[in-house]
């Protein structure tokens, strides 16, 4: 069978033509990235060969040592790329360079806007890679063989970025991975020595493999020799005091594949009883599978300077899955696999350990520069939301970092915190109060916050979806309890005058017969019906239970499939009210159960609920209406 019969042309995904068509004609202003991209992928097969000759070093194929060659060609017009790191089979090959192996793809180009300067943006959150070889190039060719395979299992891929590529076997004697770039006309600039090289000093000097060239040099004894032009140190290794603020941007954005600067960092070394490094980033954009439970996720894990993994999660927990960084442990064993990860008491004290250290960055930001934390809430407050749940012990810090809207402001950019809140309690308040709803303006206007208006009291809102069960897990920040105002019994604390407690004891009293009359109305509807102190405009309003789910979580659980236990809500009056009052006189009974389930239905709908049957409250408002023209 001869070679070319063994030739296929295949297509690409349709997320990649998107992603190609898209990144060939947006990221044309920042297209020297693409050295950075193909540099940060050489660095990986080098590291991933470097962990898989522990168990098996017969694949360094008696060449261990590890570099990236660089080398150009201003006649023809490329640039090639080498690395004798780990390499691909054909299938590696059609798996990594046909398909985008990163969820949240289709998610990502929906945000497309067709704004080139939006979308190079986006391209930024989702990272690159290899696609950004043809930013550059019209045609791009792979030389590939996987470390410890034959010669013969060489893999030749081409692709002109239109859609389609072409791959055939090809002999090759190098283990590792050759990339050809053939550069347009407008691009034949990168083709030049210096020009490399200052790229590469840009931004992959701190790779910790050697990015070699051909030194060019006026000294005849020198040309042709091969110089390193990178440092080529592990830099989480140096000291501190000796890295700049822009040598630790560059190394985010090779570890993060992100075109945006990080939001703050941390670099810390421990030594003692556990002797470790790490250096965490908090980015500023949220990536797109940010909500996916399952997408990758995860620190690149290090052993004594050895790669060993690059989404390593067992180092932070679920609510912090946003931080990017390395760790690089003396205490782990080199040839640590996930199992052992899962179990190690090394691995969960540098877990508690990096956790404190991630929630201390995030304080320290939210303390020196509002602005920038305002800006990290934004983007990643629905997922600390989740720490509550997770993570007992921290429960205290998280809350702090928490933000919310409030009454104070009334408006919806949730920038209060619990620090805030309670600093502005007012005298004999004991309860941090707080209410939940589908939208920030159907909770804004629930009759439930009529009282606290009165008494100039401030209430928390709350409209994301995860809230309600996000504060079934905060009872308490700061000594303060958290406070449904609309569930329970509503207690003011000293707030509640002696008066306000009398007038509600006595119109309990004096309207009891109404209270019974309306609760044998609504019988299957109510659990409980009675004299209301929260309402100062409303007729009525409706009460969850103290220890009823409420109708946030009853729509999460259902839209989970779950199944919801059945619960009656308890239907409070206010008597002071002229509907109430006019219900009050009412002595057909027909007509006063009607007024009833007007005044339920009403209160169901103000506070934000679907009514069971809306077609029936229609035909009772009707009925009224006519009766009132006539």
Not at 261 to 286: C, F, I, Q
Request: with cysteine; hydrophobic share 35%.
């Amino acid at each position: 069978m001869t070679v070319e019969a063994n030739k296929e042309t295949l297509g690409f995904q349709t997320e990649v033509k998107q992603l190609l068509h898209l990144m060939i004609h947006s990221l044309y202003s920042n297209r020297e990235i693409f050295l950075r991209e193909l540099i940060s992928n050489a660095s990986d097969a080098e590291d991933k060969l470097r962990f898989a000759a522990l168990k098996d070093d017969s694949l360094f194929e008696g060449d261990s040592d590890l570099k990236i060659r660089l080398d150009f060609d201003k006649d023809a017009g490329t640039i090639t790329l080498t690395d004798n790191g780990i390499g691909m089979s054909r299938d590696d090959v059609i798996a990594n360079l046909g398909t985008i192996a990163k969820s949240g793809t289709a998610e990502f180009l929906k945000q497309l806007s067709g704004d080139e300067k939006k979308d190079s943006k986006l391209i930024g959150q989702f990272g690159v890679g290899f696609y950004s070889a043809f930013i550059v190039a019209d045609r791009v060719e792979v030389f590939t063989r996987k470390a410890g395979a034959s010669a013969e299992e060489g893999v030749h891929w081409e692709s002109a970025g239109d859609g389609e590529f072409t791959i055939e076997p090809v002999s090759r004697d190098q283990r590792g991975t050759q990339i050809v770039l053939h550069l347009k006309s407008e691009a034949k600039e990168f083709a030049d020595g210096w020009r490399l090289r200052s790229l590469v000093k840009k931004y992959s000097d701190h790779i910790s493999f050697p990015v070699v060239m051909k030194a060019e040099s006026e000294d005849e004894d020198k040309a042709g020799e091969e110089e390193t032009v990178n440092d080529a140190t592990a830099l989480w290794t140096l000291p501190r005091t000796e890295i700049k603020d822009e040598e630790y941007k560059a190394f985010y954005k090779h570890i993060a594949h992100d075109f945006d600067d990080p939001l703050t960092w941390s670099h810390n070394k421990v030594e003692g009883k556990l002797d470790y490094t790490s250096l965490l980033y908090v980015p500023k954009r949220a990536p797109f599978d940010m909500y996916n439970r399952e997408a990758p996720r995860g620190l690149k894990l290090y052993v004594q300077r050895v790669f060993i993994m690059d989404d390593a999660e067992q180092f932070l927990p679920l609510y912090l899955r946003f931080t990017k960084g390395v760790i690089d442990s003396n205490d782990l064993s080199l040839n640590v696999s996930r199992e052992i990860l899962q179990n190690d008491s090394t691995v969960e004290s540098i877990r508690t350990a990096v956790t404190k250290r991630v929630l201390d960055m995030l304080s320290k930001m939210a303390k020196k520069d509002a602005e920038a934390y305002q800006g990290f809430w934004k983007e990643f407050g629905t997922v600390l939301k989740e720490g509550p749940a997770e993570d007992f012990s921290n429960r205290e810090k998280i809350a702090g970092l928490l933000r919310f809207a409030s009454t104070h402001t009334g408006e919806a950019t949730q920038n209060v915190s619990l620090d805030d809140y309670i600093a502005r309690m007012k005298d004999g308040q004991k309860k941090i109060f707080y209410i939940t709803g589908d939208s920030f303006a159907a909770a804004k206007s629930s009759p439930h916050l009529e009282v606290f208006r009165k008494k100039g009291l401030e209430v928390l809102i709350l409209s994301d979806r995860i809230d309600e069960w996000m504060m079934g897990y905060l009872s308490e920040y700061d000594g303060k309890q958290f406070q449904d105002v609309a569930r329970g019994d509503l207690d003011l604390g000293e707030v509640e005058t002696e008066e306000d407690k009398k007038h509600k004891e006595e119109a309990a009293k004096e309207h009891k017969d109404l209270i019974e009359r309306i609760k044998t109305a609504l019988d299957d509807r109510v659990q409980e019906v009675r004299v209301t102190n929260r309402l100062t405009d409303s007729p009525a309003c409706l009460v969850v239970g103290e220890f009823d789910m409420g109708a946030q979580m009853k729509k999460i659980m259902e839209a989970a499939g779950q199944k919801v236990p059945d619960s009656k809500p308890i239907f409070e009056i206010n008597v002071d009210h002229p509907l109430v009052q006019r219900l009050e006189k009412e002595t057909g009974e027909s007509r006063f159960n009607e007024l009833s389930a007007v005044l339920f239905d009403q209160a169901t709908l103000a506070s934000g609920e679907q009514l069971k049957d809306p077609g029936a409250y229609v035909s009772r408002l009707n009925r009224l209406l006519l009766e009132l023209a006539n």
